[in-house]
């Protein structure tokens, strides 16, 4: 009987030594992995850095205002005046597409207004 308890003994602690060393193994990689994200995230974070300083470089008021000057002939820009700016209402969206009618006599749904275009109004929905 005492051999039975201790051959039960040994190999609860061979058990125990394998999963400890199976958790060893598992957080160092985990470590590891964690590292090399961190190391990433700090390349990425310098990359943004570095875009956001040339992107701050290149949107320069005066150097704009250059560009333009020099293109003027093709693109025609001209600066924004309160004149041009209207309500929402006022701006000729296309139409929606009419409900389709199937074979059966029952009216589809109707068609949803594209990506960019902004919800329809009450008052704009046909009765």
Excluded: C
């Amino acid at each position: 009987m005492r051999s039975v308890l201790y051959l039960l003994t040994t190999l609860a602690v061979m058990g125990m030594a394998f999963w400890a060393y199976r958790e060893n193994y598992a957080t160092q990689a985990a470590l590891q992995e964690m590292t090399h994200v961190q190391r990433e995230i700090g390349t990425l974070r310098e990359d943004l850095g570095v875009l956001r300083a040339e992107w701050s470089y290149l949107n320069r008021p005066d150097r704009l205002r250059e560009l333009v000057n020099l293109n003027f002939e093709k693109l025609k820009l001209v600066p924004f005046t309160s004149d041009q700016f209207v309500e929402v209402g006022q701006v000729a969206f296309p139409r929606p597409a009419a409900p389709v009618v199937s074979a059966t006599g029952t009216d589809a749904m109707p068609i949803e207004r594209p990506a960019g275009f902004p919800p329809m109004r009450p008052q704009e929905r046909m009765p």
